[in-house]
């Protein structure tokens, strides 16, 4: 069961996570969407990397992001409203990811709960 995770306690997950990480090394918030919807908003980086990792490609990057980040790297999915980056989330903790949650309700929710700034669409 992947855990749902509201935007507004994600820099509390973050904190924690990055607890048991290297100092230069940040927990992964994998951003699911379609390329022109990363254009149209986006969250900015802070005290976490962004990687934009459109849901079509999650199969054929599984073997990459394992090389990448290793299975014990905690991973936060994204999409617009929570739904892709949730079978997303599921499919990495399938392939063996240990630490994976789903921003639930998706940027929509990150722009009404963490940060206004970030367009609505």
Known sequence: ?????HPSDFAA?????????????LPVVLDVREPWEV??????E??????ALPMREGPS????LKDMLGTGHPIACLCH??????QVANYLAQGGFAEV???QGGIDAWTQQVDPSVPRY
């Open 101 to 103: 949650v789903n921003l």
């Open 1 to 5: 069961m992947i855990s749902q995770l």
């Open 61 to 64: 990057r599984l073997a990459e």
């Open 81 to 86: 409203h929570g739904m892709r980056s949730l």
């Open 13 to 25: 997950w973050r904190d924690r996570v990055a607890a048991d990480l290297a100092p230069t090394v």
């Open 39 to 44: 254009q149209t908003a986006t969250v900015r």
């Open 46 to 51: 802070d005290g976490f990397s962004l990687m």
